[in-house]
């Protein structure tokens, strides 16, 4: 089975915080990404990697960075937590090949910016 | 650009009921992939089904069914019979086949709260 593992399901941050959210996917897959998810706006895509130390910017990236230096590993980096922030965020991976490969999601890790 | 709409952030059903759930979508390819993911109260997002444009054809999987109608671009979700195991969060995604990077674009979701 596909494993895609995030590391932190739940965080409290302060604002103006750093932080990190780490995931790990087992399968080999080049693609990973991350989502936000917020009610009644579904997922919106922050960031899409394709092979490690690639990066590109999905519709909402203002406010994060990420982090590919190994295959299996990408992070979100939130380099000042501000409270427009709180969301729950997805991780998720898939194998590259044409458009249309299932993607393979984590449990999601809930971030609350006080 | 695409979208994604479902109409209905939430339905609620006792059990055995069935339920629809609808989507409706936009884009401007011609070709593409439609898809329906399932998050459960654990929050892990489950891959359901994936239809390609080219297939009109309706399927069934157990108790749940899909209605993909190309010319009012929707691609709906039917669970027959629900149960209380049938309560999540539902999500329609569309992403266009010649589009680089795999992206989906999700709608909303709708939440389904099947009662005993």
């Known amino acids: 089975d596909v494993k895609v593992t995030q590391s932190s399901r739940y965080l409290v941050k302060r604002t103006g915080e750093k932080v990190f959210l780490e995931c790990v996917q087992d399968?080999?897959?080049?693609?990973m990404f991350w989502y936000r998810q917020d009610p009644g706006l579904g997922l919106r895509l922050i960031y899409f990697?394709?092979?490690?130390?690639?990066?590109e910017k999905g519709d909402i990236p203002e406010g994060y960075s990420v982090s590919r230096e190994k295959k299996e590993r990408f992070s979100l980096i939130l380099e000042s937590a501000s409270t427009n922030q709180t969301s729950m965020y997805l991780c998720?991976?898939?194998?590259?090949?044409?458009?249309?490969?299932?993607?393979?999601f984590g449990e999601g890790s809930w971030l609350t910016v006080v | 650009a695409q979208k994604v709409t479902q109409a209905q952030t939430e339905i609620s059903v006792v059990e055995k009921e069935d339920v629809t759930l609808d989507c409706v979508y936009e884009?401007?390819?011609?070709?593409?992939?439609l898809f329906w993911y399932k998050q459960p109260p654990s929050g892990e997002l489950v891959f359901l089904i994936r239809?390609?444009?080219?297939?009109?054809q309706n399927e069934i999987s157990g108790r749940y069914s899909w209605n993909f109608q190309k010319s009012t671009s929707s691609f709906n979700f039917t669970i027959t019979a629900s149960q209380v195991v049938d309560s999540a969060v539902y999500f329609c995604?569309?992403?266009?086949?010649?589009?680089?990077?795999?992206?989906?674009?999700f709608g909303g979701g709708t939440r389904v709260l099947v009662k005993p």
């Open positions: 884009t401007r390819d011609t070709t593409y992939y």
């Open positions: 995604a569309l992403v266009p086949i010649k589009a680089a990077g795999n992206k989906l674009t």
């Open positions: 990697s394709y092979d490690v130390k690639m990066k």
């Open positions: 998720a991976s898939s194998l590259r090949g044409p458009s249309g490969n299932t993607i393979y």
């Open positions: 399968m080999d897959h080049e693609n």
């Open positions: 239809r390609n444009s080219f297939d009109e």
